[in-house]
């Protein structure tokens, strides 16, 4: 995607059936009160759904939300597809109730972050900022 100038976009998602949404909107929030573009997918969003809105917005980054026990499946499925689409660059991070046991098998997936509940949102803030573009060296 080459190097990209601007704010940093971030594609915030809820994939899956979980219909809980209050935390991925709070970080949404929090993110472009921080001067980000972010672009809220809404819930019950595919994989595929995610991968093309991030394509689309040429996004830097996405960030999922996953309350519903399905996060093994659903990042990979992301990490998967973004590599499908020569759009490896694009750094997956996330949240929601993943267990400890699960964090470390994610990351080797290719999921550059996990934040758990009580994480704040100047550590995803933080986080974010450090961490998306320097590949590209921005």
Same mark, same amino acid.
């Given at each position: 995607?080459?190097?990209? #100038? ?20 709070? !970080? ?6 921080? @001067?980000?573009?972010? !672009?809220?997918?809404?819930?019950? *969003? ?8 991030? !394509? *689309?917005?040429?996004?830097?980054? !996405? ?24 759009? #490896? ?6 949240? @929601? ?21 009580? #994480? ?9 900022? @450090? ?8």
């Amino acid at each position: 995607m080459g190097v990209a #100038a601007g704010p940093i976009r971030v594609v915030v998602a809820k994939p899956g059936l979980d219909g809980h949404d209050r935390g991925a909107k709070v !970080i949404a929030r929090a993110l472009r009160d921080a @001067g980000m573009e972010v !672009i809220y997918t809404g819930l019950h *969003q595919t994989p595929e759904q995610i991968v093309d809105t991030a !394509i *689309q917005e040429d996004a830097d980054a !996405i960030g999922l939300s996953v309350l519903s026990g399905a996060h093994n499946t659903l990042f990979v499925a992301v990490i998967d597809l973004l590599k499908e689409h020569d759009a #490896a660059d694009i750094k997956v991070f996330g949240g @929601g109730i993943i267990p400890e046991t699960d964090i470390a098998g994610l990351k080797e997936k290719g999921v550059a972050e996990i934040f758990t509940p009580g #994480a704040t949102m100047a550590s995803v803030v933080e986080w974010v900022r @450090g961490n998306v573009r320097q590949a590209a060296g921005a």
